[in-house]
């Protein structure tokens, strides 16, 4: 069964950046998928430190888009215990779909077991 309190949590999920000494890498939440290409936030990051080299900072933060498209860098993003596992999530929810469509070749078959 799909759990939709995490799916709500995943999809609330703030940005992280990642700032290291060779530069620095953005996790985006579910949410913001559709415009993954375009995020305005990713785009703020590398307005605010390029694409490579040392951001000069360290370290996992929360971060959002802020006034006038610059970068702001929140609270110190730490793991979280609770997060979803969207690859088995995904699963799951293209099993339901060929259940509901009929397609789903790759389930047993109960009449045979």
């Given at each position: 069964?799909?759990?939709?309190?995490?799916?709500?949590?995943?999809l609330?999920?703030?940005?992280?950046i990642?700032?290291?000494?060779?530069?620095w890498?953005?996790?985006?939440?579910?949410?913001?998928?559709?415009?993954?290409?375009?995020?305005?936030?990713?785009?703020?990051?590398?307005?605010?430190?390029?694409?490579?080299?040392?951001?000069?900072?360290?370290?996992?933060?929360?971060?959002?888009?802020?006034?006038?498209?610059?970068?702001?860098i929140?609270?110190?993003?730490?793991?979280?215990?609770?997060?979803?596992?969207?690859?088995?999530?995904?699963?799951?929810?293209?099993?339901?779909?060929?259940?509901?469509?009929?397609?789903?070749h790759?389930?047993?078959?109960?009449?045979?077991?």
């Open positions: 069964m799909i759990d939709l309190d995490a799916v709500k949590r995943a609330a999920e703030p940005h992280v990642d700032l290291r000494e060779d530069g890498t953005m996790s985006h939440p579910l949410s913001c998928r559709p415009v993954l290409f375009d995020c305005p936030v990713n785009r703020a990051a590398q307005k605010s430190f390029g694409s490579s080299g040392d951001p000069g900072l360290r370290g996992r933060y929360q971060c959002e888009l802020a006034d006038e498209g610059w970068l702001s929140g609270d110190v993003a730490a793991a979280r215990a609770d997060q979803i596992d969207v690859g088995a999530l995904v699963d799951e929810i293209e099993q339901l779909r060929g259940l509901l469509t009929g397609a789903h790759d389930l047993p078959d109960p009449s045979k077991e």
